[in-house]
Structure formats: structure tokens, C-alpha cells
């Protein structure tokens, strides 16, 4: 069966410090990637996305990058975090030549002071 | 641009109800929609997902069901129990690689 990893879980960050968060998925082949940011009363946000390896899609302009060094290797860093920056992360993957039925990731919450 | 919306935001009743959780979209031109769960703090369950050719899908004392081209979907929960307190998300694909379109949610809390 199909699993996705995220972490780290939790992650209390100064301003102007680097960010790395990571997201595995297991079990399956050549999924599309998603990494997604949930604030307070704004609901799911699309950051990023990708189909395959070293593709890259951004949906909002922001300081944030995601890379995908490997094929269910999902990675979100920034190189100076802001305050606005701090929210709920969460990794989702599907594949989308199935069902396109989306698979979410536990989250990790960052908190930047 | 396709949007989202889900009444009511929050909804609170006794236990052993059956309530309707509500949910529409704008743009008709869908590949599924999906309906998911999210506990305090944690990431999202999958609970039923709709395909555009389908008019409604079943899991347990849950229903959901689609009207593709009045653009509404909802969530019927039997017999509700307090571990259905939670919030319920309603999302929807339009069909590219760009990920679902997600709702605000319906905070959900069932009195014991």
C-alpha cells in the first residue's frame, strides 16, 4: 500500500533563517507532487506542484522554492523565512492518470517568531 | 477561476442526528470531487471521492452526491457520533495536474 512521510512534524524558526521540509512518498510509481500551506481562515493554499522529476510548477509568487530530486522526493525550503511564512504545511500526492484522488501527509506546523 | 464555497462554516448537534454538509462550486467543467476530513491539527483523510460521470458515492453511514451542472455536492452523515466531531473539507478537480480547489471547511462538533 501507498504511504507519504512528511517532517519534520513541528518547527519554531527565527526570521531570516532557512527552511527545509521534506515529504516521501512510498509504494508507488511517478505520482504528482503537491505541497500545500493551510493559515488561519484561509483555507488550503496551492504552492507547489510537480509530475516528475525536477518539474516544478508555482502557483503563488512568494519566497518559498520547492525541488523534487527524486521521483517521490518532495522538498520545500526557503533561504530567509518571514513571519507571514508561518502556517501548516501539508504534502499531498495522486496519480492522476487513476482516479486523481489526492493522499495527504500528516503535516508540519511552522511557527516563525 | 474556480471557487469553493461551504455552508455552513460550523454546525453543532447532539449525537445520533443525521445532518447535511453542504458544498458548491462555480465552474461545472470537473474531473471529481472529493470530500475530506481533517482532525485538529493533522492532515487530511480521504473520505469519499466522486468522479464527474458519477452522481453519488457511499462509505458507511456517510453519502456524498454530486449535481455536476447545478455546481453542488453534499455530505450526508448518519447517526452521527461524537467522533465525527471534525472538520469537513470539500475540494474539486477541474482536470489539470494543478492539484483540487479547496472550500473553507464545515467545523463539525457532535454533543455527546
Known amino acids: 500500500s501507498q504511504t507519504i512521510h512528511q517532517w519534520p512534524a513541528t518547527l519554531v524558526q527565527p526570521v531570516g533563517s532557512p527552511l527545509s521540509l521534506e515529504c516521501t512518498v512510498e509504494?508507488?510509481?511517478?505520482?504528482?507532487l503537491y505541497w500545500y500551506r493551510q493559515a488561519a481562515g484561509r483555507g488550503l493554499q496551492l504552492l507547489f506542484y510537480s509530475v516528475g522529476i525536477g518539474q516544478i510548477s508555482s502557483e503563488v509568487p512568494q519566497n518559498l522554492s520547492a525541488s523534487r530530486p527524486q521521483d517521490r522526493q518532495f522538498i520545500l525550503s526557503s533561504k530567509k523565512l518571514l513571519l507571514s511564512d508561518s502556517g501548516f504545511y501539508l504534502c499531498?500526492?495522486?496519480?492522476?492518470?487513476?482516479?486523481?484522488?489526492?493522499?495527504f501527509g500528516e503535516g508540519s506546523r511552522l511557527t516563525v517568531l | 477561476k474556480q471557487e469553493v464555497t461551504q455552508i455552513p462554516a460550523a454546525l453543532s448537534v447532539p449525537e445520533g442526528e443525521n445532518l447535511v454538509l453542504n458544498c458548491s462550486f462555480t465552474?461545472?467543467?470537473?474531473?471529481?470531487l472529493q470530500w475530506f476530513r481533517q482532525d485538529p491539527g493533522k492532515g487530511l483523510t480521504s473520505l469519499l471521492l466522486?468522479?464527474?460521470?458519477?452522481r453519488e458515492q457511499t462509505s458507511g453511514r456517510l453519502n456524498a452526491s454530486l449535481d455536476k451542472s447545478s455546481g453542488r455536492s453534499t455530505l450526508y452523515i448518519a447517526a452521527s457520533q461524537p467522533g465525527d466531531s471534525a472538520t469537513y473539507l470539500c475540494?474539486?478537480?477541474?482536470?489539470?495536474?494543478?492539484?483540487?480547489?479547496f472550500g473553507k471547511g464545515t467545523h463539525l462538533i457532535i454533543q455527546p
Open positions: 466522486i468522479q464527474s460521470s458519477q
Open positions: 509504494g508507488t510509481s511517478n505520482p504528482n
Open positions: 475540494a474539486v478537480l477541474r482536470g489539470g495536474a494543478d492539484g483540487l480547489t
Open positions: 465552474d461545472s467543467a470537473i474531473y471529481n
Open positions: 499531498a500526492w495522486t496519480l492522476y492518470t487513476n482516479t486523481g484522488e489526492l493522499f
